[in-house]
Each structure stands twice: as C-alpha cells, then as structure tokens.
C-alpha cells in the first residue's frame, strides 16, 4: 500500500511541475491550476441499523471528535466552471454512546456503551465547481462531485467499551463512495473551502464476536452495525 500511494504522489507530482510550466500568469486566469491544503474534519455515522442478539438499538448519541487531512489537486478550468481531480489523507474520529439494554426495556436502568472509531482513509474525489464571483484576485464557488475512499484497515482503529460481549472485531469494506459538497473562496493563490459529505453504503462489511454455547464450547456471531459516514471539514491551502 505505501508503494501503490507513493508512485500515485511521484506521478501527480511530476503532472502538476509540467502544469505549472507550460501556464503563467495569475492563478485566477490560468486553464490548470494545481494545489496543496491541510485541515479539520468532525464525523459522525447515520446509524441505519444496529442489532446486539435480540436487542434493537435505536437511541443513540453521536459525539463529534477533530479529525485532520491533507491533500494535492489539480483543476482544470473553462471560464467560471472547473473539474477538480484530489488526492487526500483523511484521519477522522466518532464516539457514539448508547443505552445497550436498548428503549423497548424502559424500566430497567440504563448501561451504557460506546463505539470509539479511528478511520485513515486515501480519498479520490472528482469534483465539478462553478465560480460565481471570480473578478481579479477574488473568487467564490461552490462545488460538488463523487468521493472513492479507500479504508486503511491496518491503520484504523474499533474500540468496543462496556460491552458484554467479547473478542468483537470489525470487517470494513475496503472502499466507500461518498457524495461531497461545498463552498470556497480565495483571495489570490490563497483559499479556504468548507464541504459537507455523506456516505452512499455501509462501512462495516461484519462484526463479529464469540460466544459461549451450553456444552462449553466458543462460536462466533453477528451483531449488526449498519453505518453510514457524515462528515464536515474545512480546510486551508494555496493554488498555483
């Protein structure tokens, strides 16, 4: 994996160096533009469905975390529009809490649990953007587009606490596609964007854990844990 990533950098690397040679001028009146920004990101997950054995769990509290990211981008530009091709690094963080004796059993006392989760994805998202002011040094946009990710399963982190089940792990499914959206503004080689995206299908292919069966004997079962991702981000970089 870190070969496959680091032949994709060298390659968009040396694009971006013939880019920037064959353009001049002002970055708001150049055909190619390319770019670095870091920034924050906040997730959490749409629960769609989460199951432990017979109990339904439908109340349950998202806990927002500070992730961060990095990235390169090119845009090609034809007037006021432009297509933006990116390469990022995202770490995002969530917390969910919830009841794990779950609503339908309203007098017993509560017992919490959470879900603590550590995500390191490589994301490809292709965006279309349209500038509707872009009058000297100045632009706004707004922009919209697809997003593969890849989940870095060896990197990301599923921490089960207060559970009463044992040896839980999760299967992720190695790619998502998401659909971001967003607003920027830059002032000369100097810009700032905020997105909004959310997940198309399931994160988790399975979860699973053991069990212990009457004649002593270790199984492992299902618990169901449909999600979704939702994620906010801002982010600050430079255009050449």
Known sequence: MKKIALLITIF????????????????????INFGIKGGFNTAMYFIDEFKIKDITIDEIQNNYKVGYFGAMFVRFNIKKHFIEPELSYHVSKSEITFDKKGSQHPDIEPDYASINSTIHTIELPVLYGYNFIKEGPYGMSFFAGPKLKYVWNKKSELVFSNF???????????????????????????????????GLGNISKSVTYTESNPDGTVSEANMIFKR?????????GFMF
Do not use: H, M, W
């Not at 002032?187 to 700032?192: A, E, H, M, Q, V």
């Open 164 to 198: 009463d089940q044992q040896g839980i792990k999760e299967k992720p499914y190695p790619f998502n596609l998401n659909v971001v959206g967003g607003v920027g503004v830059n002032i000369s080689k100097i810009f700032f964007d905020f997105r909004y995206e959310v």
């Open 12 to 31: 968009i690397g040396l694009n971006l160096s013939c880019f920037a040679q064959e353009n001049s001028g002002t970055s708001q009146g150049k055909n």
């Open 228 to 236: 979704r991702s939702n994620l906010l981000s801002f982010s600050f």
